[in-house]
Protein backbone atom coordinates (compact mmCIF):
# COMPACT_ATOMS: atom_id res chain seq x y z
CA UNK A 1 0.00 0.00 0.00
CA UNK A 2 2.73 2.46 0.76
CA UNK A 3 4.07 2.18 -2.87
CA UNK A 4 1.01 1.99 -4.08
CA UNK A 5 1.37 -1.09 -6.41
CA UNK A 6 -1.72 -3.19 -6.80
CA UNK A 7 -1.64 -6.54 -6.22
CA UNK A 8 -4.46 -8.14 -6.95
CA UNK A 9 -5.05 -10.84 -9.96
CA UNK A 10 -8.05 -8.44 -11.21
CA UNK A 11 -5.83 -5.86 -13.47
CA UNK A 12 -2.69 -7.66 -14.52
CA UNK A 13 -2.29 -9.62 -17.71
CA UNK A 14 -2.01 -12.88 -17.84
CA UNK A 15 1.20 -14.48 -18.32
CA UNK A 16 1.99 -15.88 -21.28
CA UNK A 17 1.68 -19.39 -20.37
CA UNK A 18 -2.09 -18.58 -19.28
CA UNK A 19 -2.66 -16.87 -22.42
CA UNK A 20 -5.74 -18.86 -24.54
CA UNK A 21 -6.60 -19.18 -28.59
CA UNK A 22 -8.69 -17.08 -29.21
CA UNK A 23 -9.14 -18.87 -32.59
CA UNK A 24 -10.38 -22.01 -31.05
CA UNK A 25 -13.34 -20.32 -28.91
CA UNK A 26 -16.80 -21.16 -30.08
CA UNK A 27 -17.93 -18.21 -31.13
CA UNK A 28 -21.24 -19.41 -32.35
CA UNK A 29 -22.26 -19.57 -29.28
CA UNK A 30 -21.55 -15.89 -27.69
CA UNK A 31 -23.80 -12.89 -28.60
CA UNK A 32 -21.97 -10.86 -31.27
CA UNK A 33 -22.36 -6.97 -30.82
CA UNK A 34 -19.93 -4.99 -33.37
CA UNK A 35 -19.19 -1.26 -32.48
CA UNK A 36 -17.36 1.27 -35.00
CA UNK A 37 -15.21 -1.33 -37.73
CA UNK A 38 -15.09 -4.04 -35.35
CA UNK A 39 -11.55 -4.52 -36.14
CA UNK A 40 -10.18 -5.11 -32.69
CA UNK A 41 -11.63 -8.28 -30.59
CA UNK A 42 -12.75 -9.16 -27.38
CA UNK A 43 -14.54 -12.15 -25.77
CA UNK A 44 -16.46 -11.48 -22.66
CA UNK A 45 -18.46 -13.62 -19.92
CA UNK A 46 -20.93 -12.13 -18.06
CA UNK A 47 -24.03 -12.53 -15.99
CA UNK A 48 -27.11 -10.29 -16.83
CA UNK A 49 -27.68 -9.77 -13.28
CA UNK A 50 -23.85 -9.26 -12.05
CA UNK A 51 -23.57 -5.70 -10.83
CA UNK A 52 -19.63 -5.86 -12.06
CA UNK A 53 -21.02 -6.81 -15.15
CA UNK A 54 -23.25 -4.15 -15.89
CA UNK A 55 -20.54 -1.52 -15.16
CA UNK A 56 -18.30 -3.01 -17.71
CA UNK A 57 -21.13 -2.68 -19.68
CA UNK A 58 -21.48 0.53 -19.72
CA UNK A 59 -17.23 1.10 -20.00
CA UNK A 60 -17.44 -1.11 -23.04
CA UNK A 61 -20.16 1.10 -24.91
CA UNK A 62 -17.55 3.73 -24.96
CA UNK A 63 -14.70 1.43 -26.60
CA UNK A 64 -14.73 2.24 -30.45
CA UNK A 65 -13.69 -0.20 -33.23
CA UNK A 66 -14.32 -3.87 -31.25
CA UNK A 67 -16.21 -6.82 -31.93
CA UNK A 68 -16.96 -8.12 -29.24
CA UNK A 69 -17.95 -11.43 -28.22
CA UNK A 70 -20.46 -12.25 -25.02
CA UNK A 71 -20.93 -15.53 -23.52
CA UNK A 72 -23.52 -15.61 -21.09
CA UNK A 73 -22.00 -17.31 -18.07
CA UNK A 74 -25.46 -17.22 -15.29
CA UNK A 75 -24.09 -18.02 -12.15
CA UNK A 76 -27.23 -18.86 -11.02
CA UNK A 77 -26.44 -19.22 -7.01
CA UNK A 78 -25.52 -15.85 -7.08
CA UNK A 79 -27.73 -15.13 -9.17
CA UNK A 80 -31.18 -16.73 -9.59
CA UNK A 81 -32.77 -15.51 -12.41
CA UNK A 82 -30.06 -14.85 -14.33
CA UNK A 83 -30.52 -18.13 -16.55
CA UNK A 84 -33.84 -17.41 -17.27
CA UNK A 85 -32.88 -13.79 -18.17
CA UNK A 86 -29.98 -15.36 -20.39
CA UNK A 87 -32.08 -17.75 -22.36
CA UNK A 88 -34.99 -14.72 -22.95
CA UNK A 89 -31.82 -12.84 -24.20
CA UNK A 90 -30.52 -15.79 -26.26
CA UNK A 91 -34.06 -16.84 -27.78
CA UNK A 92 -34.44 -12.69 -28.71
CA UNK A 93 -34.69 -11.99 -32.11
CA UNK A 94 -31.99 -9.56 -32.01
CA UNK A 95 -29.53 -10.89 -29.76
CA UNK A 96 -27.47 -8.34 -29.39
CA UNK A 97 -29.70 -5.63 -28.90
CA UNK A 98 -31.46 -7.94 -26.67
CA UNK A 99 -28.05 -7.97 -24.20
CA UNK A 100 -27.21 -4.54 -24.51
CA UNK A 101 -30.84 -3.16 -23.25
CA UNK A 102 -30.90 -5.69 -20.24
CA UNK A 103 -27.34 -5.02 -19.67
CA UNK A 104 -26.99 -1.49 -19.58
CA UNK A 105 -30.46 -0.44 -19.33
CA UNK A 106 -32.27 -3.30 -17.53
CA UNK A 107 -35.02 -3.10 -20.00
CA UNK A 108 -35.99 -7.39 -20.57
CA UNK A 109 -36.67 -8.58 -24.37
CA UNK A 110 -40.00 -8.59 -25.67
CA UNK A 111 -39.36 -10.02 -28.99
CA UNK A 112 -38.22 -13.45 -27.36
CA UNK A 113 -39.17 -15.95 -31.12
CA UNK A 114 -42.74 -17.28 -29.95
CA UNK A 115 -43.73 -21.19 -30.25
CA UNK A 116 -39.86 -21.88 -31.19
CA UNK A 117 -37.39 -24.07 -29.86
CA UNK A 118 -34.46 -22.31 -28.43
CA UNK A 119 -31.41 -24.19 -27.06
CA UNK A 120 -29.06 -21.85 -25.44
CA UNK A 121 -25.30 -22.30 -24.94
CA UNK A 122 -25.82 -21.61 -20.98
CA UNK A 123 -24.07 -25.12 -20.27
CA UNK A 124 -21.18 -25.55 -22.47
CA UNK A 125 -20.21 -21.82 -21.84
CA UNK A 126 -19.89 -22.59 -18.29
CA UNK A 127 -18.05 -26.15 -19.06
CA UNK A 128 -15.74 -23.46 -21.78
CA UNK A 129 -15.77 -21.00 -18.86
CA UNK A 130 -14.40 -23.65 -16.32
CA UNK A 131 -11.65 -25.37 -19.03
CA UNK A 132 -10.63 -21.86 -18.88
CA UNK A 133 -10.28 -21.13 -15.62
CA UNK A 134 -13.08 -18.74 -15.19
CA UNK A 135 -14.57 -18.56 -12.11
CA UNK A 136 -16.53 -15.30 -11.67
CA UNK A 137 -17.45 -12.39 -14.39
CA UNK A 138 -16.95 -10.44 -15.72
CA UNK A 139 -13.94 -12.14 -17.61
CA UNK A 140 -12.60 -10.85 -20.60
CA UNK A 141 -10.27 -12.52 -23.09
CA UNK A 142 -8.07 -10.13 -25.99
CA UNK A 143 -7.61 -11.66 -29.30
CA UNK A 144 -3.85 -12.36 -28.38
CA UNK A 145 -5.60 -14.64 -25.51
CA UNK A 146 -4.58 -12.24 -22.80
CA UNK A 147 -7.04 -12.40 -19.87
CA UNK A 148 -8.49 -9.22 -17.35
CA UNK A 149 -10.96 -9.98 -15.06
CA UNK A 150 -13.74 -7.54 -13.09
CA UNK A 151 -15.25 -4.41 -14.16
CA UNK A 152 -12.72 -2.36 -15.73
CA UNK A 153 -12.93 1.41 -17.24
CA UNK A 154 -12.68 2.38 -21.08
CA UNK A 155 -9.20 3.73 -20.40
CA UNK A 156 -8.52 0.37 -18.87
CA UNK A 157 -9.86 -1.52 -22.20
CA UNK A 158 -8.72 0.24 -24.51
CA UNK A 159 -5.08 -0.60 -22.93
CA UNK A 160 -6.02 -3.78 -22.57
CA UNK A 161 -6.98 -3.92 -26.48
CA UNK A 162 -3.52 -3.24 -27.17
CA UNK A 163 -1.31 -5.58 -28.52
CA UNK A 164 1.18 -4.23 -25.42
CA UNK A 165 -1.83 -5.54 -23.22
CA UNK A 166 -1.04 -2.30 -20.47
CA UNK A 167 -3.75 -3.25 -17.99
CA UNK A 168 -2.08 -2.52 -14.86
CA UNK A 169 -4.03 0.65 -12.50
CA UNK A 170 -1.06 2.55 -12.76
CA UNK A 171 -0.74 2.16 -15.97
CA UNK A 172 -4.44 2.78 -16.83
CA UNK A 173 -5.67 5.48 -14.65
CA UNK A 174 -8.70 7.16 -15.97
Not at 40 to 66: E, G, M
Not at 144 to 168: M, Y
Amino acid sequence: MQEGVDLTARTQPAPASKRIDFASLPLADAIVSVQGSGKRKLAVFSDPDCPYCQRLAQALSKVKDVTIYTFLMPLDELHPEARKRSAAVWCAKDRSKAWLDLIERGVAPKDVKANESCDTPMDRNLALASRLGVTGTPALFSEDGRRLAGAASTVQLERFLEPTGKTSLTEAQP
